[in-house]
């Protein structure tokens, strides 16, 4: 994904253009694509703001969001498990290929962390 434009260009094309200068104008004169000036003076118009919209994916709308509860009960169970034993797991009784790195992030956002014992070995807790 690309890099928004700061606010401040965003104003500084969409005043020219209200001014009364074409949008093609406009951006050649703050050195953006005529596209992103158009683009910018719709978004002033239908929404009254030139803030960027968010970027990526909605939070919760990903592969393994239904499988959660399932996760969190066999980490619960088993704390001792390894993301590639989570991961083979999903895989032979749900049909989900996910990779480990991915069950990480979500049992981190799920409240899990990784912490050693006395002894130097991995405890998984909440």
């Given amino acids: 994904m690309g890099k928004s434009s700061s606010v401040d260009l965003r104003v500084r094309i969409v005043g020219e253009i209200e001014r009364g200068q074409s949008c093609r104008a406009a951006a050649r004169r703050f050195g953006v694509s005529a596209a992103t000036a158009v683009r910018l003076a719709q978004r002033k118009a239908q929404t009254g703001s030139l803030s960027p919209a968010r970027q990526g994916r909605p939070a919760g709308s990903g592969l393994l969001n239904a499988h959660v509860d399932t996760l969190v009960g066999w980490v619960d169970a088993d704390g001792d498990i390894t993301m590639p034993e989570l991961a083979a797991r999903l895989l032979a009784e749900r049909g989900v290929k996910a990779h480990p790195a ?16 006395a002894a130097g070995e991995r405890n998984r807790s909440r």
Avoid at 102 to 117: A, D, E, Q
């Fill in 102 to 117: 991915s069950l990480s992030r979500l049992l981190i956002r799920h409240g899990f962390t990784v912490k050693k014992n």
